[in-house]
């Protein structure tokens, strides 16, 4: 693989990680607190994108590690 395509993979998977970290906190805040950001159908749709990417972010650091 060349260093090129490593450094963008290190990068995606950093971007994807974080919005991940992020998903959690909103949630999180919105359990804890009573304002809910994902009032409504376009928050559910907002809830799925981020979860998605979350989960995408999740494989993306499991499978750096292992390789």
Request: hydrophobic share 45%; net charge positive; no cysteine.
């Amino acid at each position: 693989m060349s260093k090129r395509s490593l450094i963008l993979k290190e990068a995606v998977t950093f971007s994807l990680g974080s919005i991940g970290g992020i998903t959690i906190f909103f949630i999180l805040l919105s359990l804890f607190t009573n304002y809910h950001f994902f009032n409504g159908e376009r928050g559910q749709y907002i809830l799925i994108i981020l979860f998605i990417g979350f989960t995408l972010g999740r494989y993306a650091q499991l499978s750096r590690h292992t390789n």
